[in-house]
């Protein structure tokens, strides 16, 4: 026994020092992660000192960590594209003393970048293509092999036969790569890059820009062109090569060490040829460059780089990384871009608030929620309050300024960008400058602005504080007080149908009776749609529907719970009253008629309702459209009902396409494992066992398959009653227009174009799959305003 203690204390003596070894491992793998990570931040030391220290250090773990280097390096590299020089310079000093290690790198870089070409992920692959370019000026890649690769990238735009946006990809990706690597390349192979600057310029010039229009913020050019992403940057890139390619704003550390660089051996990258396209691709989507502000808004100091320098797209880019790295803390986010390098150089404030306001407003959807840059920027008021909220107020006079050519998709940004920093500034604003807009028509988008702005302030506070904050001569623009209308209750009640069997139900709810009794109730009640004429035959009865529905739903007004508690207990009774789309409308319609001073209440009953299935998606879209939401049709929680019911639909369609992706994934695994030969094999047996209690059957697929055909029919139904409808109504304003001899462009007519295009953008996955439908059955003989919004959100993505 003592003998066996003995065993174990010494086997335990060896097993320690090996669990030691691999926790010291993995302290120095922290340690190395943490000072690559680091280098570059302010330090009391040089940069220069910092990247020697750190190269010493790399070089004395190469033997044991390389791979873990290579693997830090390079997703730095990717993931820290501001950093890119830093880096570069560290590989270059690395590649200095070690040329295998250098010629590793490179492969590893060159690996990275083709496979983030065939995974489709297209800010890495740009990531990295302007990485192995900077690796030029430190000397570790020639730049002979550099120009190979970018010709190979310029070649995969002259294909006809691939998408537009493929080839746009790939123009910009060497054309954002040029600020970095152009002054080498001019200095060493000079003919080259005309070349490869003659070639781009002739695919600018043949390229189409249809989808321009539909990608603008505002539909005028003045003060600030809307310019189409590639265009600018082509503008940019032209100016910098008639500068001979100086630029003031890419940190270069590599000067520093420019006599032990230009002593190190290069590399020479392989031929890349970029992967084919493939219909299952998604490229990046065009888009606008967002002009705000030009050197004359900004006060005495930095002056803002002009739209055509340089300068003005390295700014831009770093802010925009600034806010890709910390989006999801505000606080370090806000605190990171105000700490820009060079901002002692630039009027920051306005460049931050420009980038921001550019993100928030893209087109077809901002990168983030909008609540982030809301949060963003009052952060930024809260770090910078001398400057920050000055120049915020100057941005939200501009913007208010420009709202009548504005975008109505960034209209509805706008108004809850503004009334969301309202309620965290105590809703204080100085009012009286807008009173111009009081003697406006009603429709018109300053007036129609600053309702919606109101409208939205109520959801975030209440009535009288809203009221409160307003000056007298803004009444007219004062939302209604959100109280239900309770007809059964009013002054002519006793001239309704309905209200006996109302009052009793009040009672009956009252009392905590069941669904059936309810029924009960109603069952005697006539129905209206009865006539003398037998043909019309009727399958609902709108009565029933409108006593339960106002009755309900006026019990239940003292809050969203307590109407949604009302919903969930009578949820059977709406289910046999709705049973049909025409029952649904008449549902709707009640819902609106108690609620039509209560916006929100519309908007979360709706949801409500079709969470629930008691009304069906198309149901809502064919409500939306009729004549009696016609008073309604411009208001923006009209559209926020139409979107939310739009994305209920497309939520539905994707998981029951990923429910049947992973049966059909379980199945095939089944099949392979099956026909392997294990039988004499218990464990697998076993495992085989275990998995088969939750295996699909080729039976349960088919019904899957056929749940979501049927769900893709849903979908493209309530696209197709979508666009009819507004088809018909635009159609219909453009005759009478021209039939009456009247402009047509009215406020009514934008606001209508508007959502038409917006409902194309914001569903424009979806949408794209039914666009060949939508072409052939509606999109043929329709008027050319109306078929130019098609054109331009097909262009999108061709």
């Known amino acids: 026994m003592n003998r066996r203690r003995a065993y174990q204390d010494d086997d335990e003596y060896e097993r320690r020092p090996k669990r030691r070894r691999v926790s010291d491992n993995q302290e120095i793998e922290d340690r190395l992660e943490s000072l690559i990570l680091r280098v570059g931040e302010k330090t009391t030391s040089s940069l220069e000192s910092n990247l020697e220290g750190l190269v010493a250090v790399l070089e004395a773990d190469l033997g044991t960590f390389r791979n873990k280097i290579l693997r830090i390096l390079s997703d730095c590299a990717v993931k820290l594209p501001e950093k890119c020089t830093i880096y570069s310079t560290l590989v270059g000093l690395l590649n200095a003393k070690n040329y295998n290690f250098g010629g590793e790198f490179v492969d590893h870089m060159v690996k990275n ?17 302007r990485f192995l370019s900077d690796l030029v000026n430190c000397n570790v890649i020639s730049a002979t092999s550099l120009l190979q690769l970018l010709e190979s990238m310029v070649d995969a ?111 020479s990258l392989p031929q890349i040829i970029p992967p084919p396209h493939h219909e299952s691709y998604v490229y990046p989507m065009p888009w606008v460059v967002y002009r705000m502000f030009d050197y004359t ?169 809203v009221k409160d904050m307003m000056p007298e001569a803004y009444e007219k623009l004062l939302p209604p007080i959100t109280q239900p209308d309770y007809k059964y209750t009013s002054d002519n009640a006793a001239e309704l149908l309905g209200t006996a069997a109302a009052h009793k139900l009040v009672v009956a709810i009252r009392q905590k009776c069941t669904p059936e009794e309810i029924l009960n109730e109603l069952k005697d009640l006539p129905n209206p749609r009865d006539t003398e004429n037998d043909m019309i035959e009727t399958t609902f009865n709108p009565l029933k529907i409108d006593v339960f529905t106002q009755t309900l739903l006026n019990l239940g007004s003292k809050s969203f719970s307590h109407t949604f508690a009302a919903i969930s207990k009578f949820h059977f009774v709406f289910k046999q009253l709705a049973d049909s789309e025409e029952a649904q409308i008449c549902l709707l319609n009640n819902v609106f008629e108690l609620w039509h001073d209560h916006q929100q209440m519309m908007v979360v009953i709706v949801d409500k309702l079709l969470k629930t299935q008691i009304v069906e998606c198309s149901s809502v879209a064919t409500w939306v459209f009729s004549k009696e939401m016609s008073t309604e049709f411009t208001k923006m929680y009209l559209w926020e009902i139409l979107h939310l019911t739009i994305k209920k639909m497309n939520k539905h369609v994707m998981k029951l396409s990923a429910e049947l992706n992973e ?136």
Not at 113 to 129: E, G, I, P, T
Not at 186 to 207: G, H, P
Request: net charge negative; hydrophobic share 35%.
């Open 113 to 129: 970048f083709k496979d983030s070409l065939k995974n489709c992920k297209w800010d890495a692959a740009r990531y990295s293509l």
């Open 663 to 798: 049966a059909k994934d379980k199945l095939s695994r089944d099949v392979e494992s099956s026909s392997s030969d294990d039988s004499d094999n218990e464990t697998s047996t076993k495992k085989k066992k275990d998995e088969n209690v939750e295996r699909p059957t080729e039976e349960a697929v088919e019904k899957m398959e056929e749940k979501l055909e049927a769900a893709y029919g849903d979908q493209k139904r309530i696209f197709l009653i979508i666009f009819q409808r507004f088809i018909m109504i635009l159609s219909e304003h453009l005759v009478k227009c021209d039939t009456d001899g009247r402009d047509f462009n009215t406020d009514w007519y934008r606001w209508t174009i508007g959502r038409l295009q917006q409902v194309f953008l914001l569903h424009h996955e979806q949408v794209q799959k039914y666009s060949t439908t939508l072409e052939s059955l509606l999109f043929t003989q329709v008027d050319s305003h109306i078929l130019d919004v098609f054109s331009q959100f097909v262009a999108l993505t061709k």
């Open 157 to 267: 735009s002259t294909d006809d036969t691939v998408p537009q946006v493929r080839r746009d990809w790939y123009v910009f990706s060497v054309l954002s790569t040029l600020p970095w690597v152009g002054r080498d390349l001019y200095e060493k192979k000079e003919s080259a890059l005309e070349n490869l600057l003659v070639r781009i310029e002739i695919f600018l010039n043949k390229r189409t820009k249809k989808h321009h229009n539909a990608l603008r913020v505002w539909s005028v050019d003045t003060p600030h062109p809307q310019e189409e992403y590639l265009d600018c940057l082509w503008a940019q890139i032209r100016k910098l090569r008639n500068e001979s390619w100086a630029e003031k704003y890419i940190p270069r550390p590599y000067l520093a060490f420019d006599s032990i660089l230009c002593e190190a051996l290069q590399h």
């Open 297 to 465: 808004d900004c006060p005495d100091g930095p002056i803002l780089p002009g739209a055509h320098s340089i300068e003005r797209f390295l700014i831009e880019e770093h802010l925009h990384s600034i806010i890709e790295t910390h989006h999801l803390e505000r606080k370090d986010c806000a605190s990171h871009l105000l700490s820009f390098p060079y901002k002692s150089k630039i009027p920051l404030e306005y460049c931050i608030v420009e980038v921001i306001f550019s993100e928030l407003f893209h087109m077809p959807s901002p990168r983030y929620l909008e609540i982030c840059y809301g949060s963003i920027l009052i952060e930024l008021c809260k770090l910078q309050p001398s400057t920050m909220p000055q120049v915020l107020a100057q941005a939200t006079e501009i913007l208010f300024m420009r709202i009548d050519s504005m975008n109505t998709s960034c209209f509805d940004r706008f108004v809850n960008w503004f009334s969301y920093h309202l309620s965290n500034f105590q809703f204080r604003w100085s009012w009286d400058d807008w009173d111009s807009c009081l003697f406006l028509e009603p429709e018109h988008p300053r007036p129609k602005f600053i309702q919606e702005v109101l409208l939205k302030c109520l959801r975030l506070s209440y009535y009288q504080r």
